[in-house]
């Protein structure tokens, strides 16, 4: 049996039955923890001294796209549907699938040197099967925990490699089969169908749901994600309608469901993701945090693209929490109060054991709770960055002080994967590659007329994807307003 004992650390459970234990210790036996309190003692344990140290579980990221991030920051000030013309229906098109790999492998790596042991990876850019094979390879050699999804988006392709959507289905049935029977490994495997835009028609929506669940993998869906024309999409109620509403969906957004569709959404069981990051950016308004916790809807955050923006969750979370205590401020501004609404301790939660609810995984991960599977990290308080800082309310450090310089350890399943701020990982070989991969794609693109797609073209390109019916319906639901700069 293999022993590793964390020793001497502050303990940060997130388990509302162990709480915060200053001077602990957690004692991990074969990728499990097995106790954690004061005192404890394992003769033949290796020790990992936490001394001036937060222990915590490693955080949990429930939507991403890791393969964007060979395009880094090439969205940084784009809308929506400059993202959707410019990556999703042209740059997509140019990566091959060594460029997948570079991407999943770095963007992998990326996500455990800023703490996040659990990934979403939303990964809708399967133009190949080599693409997803590449994909998955990537994930694995990281070791990092995701639950990967067949994405069954794709750009327009000369000659694509799926003929149709039978073999899209065929195909993920055989990765399946190929890498994820196991349904306790680290890397799962989830199912992400088009948005509902770009359904060709009910039916073929309908298989691609279907598929999810004769596989038994969980679904992720963009959902209720625009406000279209001034009119609402109803995606919610469309799902409900064709019987596809369950509680093994996570939709993504929301923020244009109406009060009629979240009590579905409560009702059915159905959890959220929100992207503060892009959200605020794009058009898709505030995170939906305080209808989400008033329905009791397991709620959880993201990082999104990583050609936006960066790869931690510190950052969508102090988001997450600064928005929605604004809007519940809102109607007091100006005034003095006594407190602000919701605190630290909740934000903690969203990014840990309520993020590991979204995805069916609290029972293995989210808290350090014995039983639990040894996603941890421990951020280092002895640093210019977080030194004095206050015990009364470790939350409080984590959420609005700490980043990803703080991270010291990181360990998935008992496996050490960082280690006094080291990634053990080929970090050389990763960042050659990506930039390989980023560099290919930016000459491709170039050569398309560059990475900014204007509207019209974003529409001819639509065509290629879905029916000129749902192309004519987004054209008129996206008039051109320009942004408002004053
Ligand atoms: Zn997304």
Redesign the pocket.
């Known amino acids: 049996m293999s022993r590793r004992l964390i020793k001497g650390g502050f303990v940060v459970s997130v388990d509302p039955r162990l709480g915060n234990l200053d001077d602990a210790d957690v004692l991990i036996e074969d990728g499990k923890i097995s106790a954690v309190g004061r005192n404890l003692s394992a003769a033949d344990a290796e020790i990992i001294d936490a001394a001036h140290m937060i222990v915590m579980p490693g955080f949990v990221d429930t939507?991403r796209?890791i393969w964007q991030g060979a395009m880094r920051a090439v969205t940084a000030d784009w809308s929506l549907l400059n993202y959707l013309g410019g990556i999703r229906m042209s740059a997509a098109a140019c990566y091959r699938p060594e460029d997948m790999y570079a991407a999943q492998y770095q963007g992998a790596l990326e996500a455990i040197n800023a703490g996040v042991t659990t990934i979403t990876d939303?990964c809708h850019n399967l133009n190949t099967p080599d693409h997803a094979h590449e994909a998955i390879r990537g994930l694995r050699d990281a070791g990092l925990r995701a639950i990967w999804n067949y994405g069954f988006n794709r750009p327009p392709l000369g000659d694509p490699a799926f003929k149709t959507q039978q073999e899209r289905l065929q195909f993920a049935r055989t990765l399946a089969a190929q890498y994820f029977v196991q349904r306790d490994a680290i890397l799962t495997m989830g199912v992400a169908p088009e948005e509902a835009a770009l359904w060709i028609d009910d039916d073929a929506g309908k298989a691609q749901f279907a598929l999810a669940r004769e596989l038994a993998a969980r679904l992720f869906w963009?959902c209720n994600c625009l406000n279209h024309g001034g009119g609402r999409p109803f995606e919610v109620a469309r799902l409900h309608a064709l019987g596809l509403l369950d509680h093994d969906i996570v939709l993504?957004h929301m923020r244009y469901t109406t009060p009629e569709e979240w009590r579905l959404v409560a009702e059915h069981g159905v959890a959220v993701a929100f992207t503060p990051d892009t959200e605020l950016q794009m058009g898709m308004g505030y995170p939906s945090t305080i209808i989400a916790r008033r329905h009791g809807i397991a709620h959880g955050y993201g990082a999104?693209?990583t050609s936006n923006n960066s790869a931690d969750m510190f950052t969508p979370l102090r988001m997450a929490l600064q928005t929605a205590r604004a809007e519940l401020n809102a109607p007091r501004d100006g005034e003095l109060y006594d407190g602000v609404p919701i605190t630290c301790d909740e934000a903690l939660r969203w990014g840990t054991l309520e993020g590991a609810r979204v995805l069916g995984l609290d029972h293995r991960i989210g808290s350090l709770t014995p039983g639990k599977d040894a996603d941890i990290i421990l951020l280092n308080t002895d640093s210019i960055t977080l030194v004095g800082w206050d015990r009364s309310n470790p939350a409080g450090t984590i959420i609005q002080q700490a980043s990803i310089a703080d991270v010291d350890t990181v360990m998935i399943k008992g496996k050490v994967l960082k280690r006094h701020g080291v990634l053990l990982a080929d970090v050389k070989r990763a960042c050659r590659l990506l930039a390989d991969a980023a560099e290919h794609i930016a000459r491709e693109v170039a050569a398309k007329g560059g990475f900014y797609v204007d509207p019209q073209r974003t529409f001819q390109l639509m065509q290629a994807v879905t029916s000129a019916r749902h192309v004519d319906a987004f054209r008129a639901d996206y008039q051109e307003i320009a942004p408002t700069t004053t």
Request: aromatic share 14%; no cysteine.
């Open positions: 939507h796209h939303y963009h993504s999104d693209i």
